[in-house]
């Protein structure tokens, strides 16, 4: 019951941002300093940190849209929005935390460099 109730609070186009959010946290630690463009580590050295940065910004206007929306909404539609708008905050969070090593390292503040 609860996975069903949960997927019909975020949606379909809310689900899909989750589960690429998830996507991008699990490529994180694989994300290195050097530029790759010709084998599949394109994905992880150009791909993956372009999308972490598109990927912050949605995650911030969805959780702001689905504030806003829940505010004329019905109370179990406005408990459903409340509800995705923690999922995503907290998926935000981890999303910011994976990638910090890898976005200290580019500014070069990381420890040991």
Do not use: Y
């Not at 010709?38 to 949605?58: E, K, N, Q, Y």
């Not at 004329?72 to 981890?94: N, T």
């Amino acid at each position: 019951m609860f996975p069903a109730r949960l997927l019909k609070d975020l949606g379909a186009l809310r689900s899909v941002l989750l589960i690429c959010t998830l996507g991008l946290i699990v490529l994180a630690p694989f994300a290195g300093d050097e530029v790759h463009l010709h084998d599949a580590r394109l994905m992880t050295s150009v791909v993956a940190p372009a999308l972490m940065v598109i990927f912050v910004f949605l995650l911030m206007l969805d959780i702001t849209m689905a504030r806003i929306l829940a505010i004329d909404s019905p109370p179990d539609r406005r408990a459903g929005m409340h509800r995705a708008a923690r999922i995503e905050f907290f998926l935000l969070l981890a999303l910011l935390a994976a990638w910090a090593p890898f976005v200290l390292r580019l500014f070069r503040v990381w420890p040991g460099d």
